[in-house]
């Protein structure tokens, strides 16, 4: 029997063998492997961005679609968005691009670590936020048609792949 601030090791190990702690180990990354999976699945069965969520709950599911979905747009309205008004002082409006640029790198991030649990519902949801967000914010469906090329239609500079 071991003690408690001893755990087994190859060195202590009772079994004389030494090899019982590294398959214990063994067993154990396998069986918190479970849920990561390495090639796109389909399903409800995830986990995406935080450790355990959504889990086996199709309503938390279909609440990380959403979140998601959401995410993905809110990343094509800030590369879109227009909110420095003409005329405000360098600086602020440098500052203020800034912090508008962070924002929208740490929402793509989220979004691309969401697509990273290769759960294809997750990528599709990922995809149709992109395009809402662009046909709302960057296409020239809403716009006015009067506009031309030469006016800034972002505060932001388009994103780099």
Not at 36 to 65: C, D, K, Q, V
Not at 101 to 120: E, T
Request: net charge negative; aromatic share 8%.
């Amino acid at each position: 029997m071991h003690d408690m601030e001893s755990p087994p090791t190859p060195m202590n190990d009772s079994t004389g063998d030494g090899m019982h702690n590294m398959n214990h180990n063994h067993t154990n990354m396998a069986m918190n492997m479970n849920m990561m999976h390495m090639t796109f699945f389909w399903g409800s069965n995830a986990e995406i961005l935080f450790s355990g969520w959504p889990g086996t709950r199709l309503g938390m599911y279909i609440l990380a679609l959403i979140v998601v979905f959401v995410l993905s747009v809110l990343v094509e309205w800030f590369s879109h968005c227009q909110l420095i008004q003409p005329g405000v002082n360098d600086v602020k409006a440098g500052l203020v691009q800034t912090l508008m640029h962070a924002i929208r790198i740490g929402l793509a991030y989220i979004v691309m670590l969401a697509v990273m649990s290769f759960n294809v519902g997750i990528l599709l949801v990922a995809v149709a936020g992109h395009a809402t967000g662009f046909l709302l914010f960057g296409s020239r469906v809403f716009k006015d048609s009067e506009m031309t090329s030469s006016v800034k239609t972002s505060d932001l500079p388009p994103m780099s792949c």
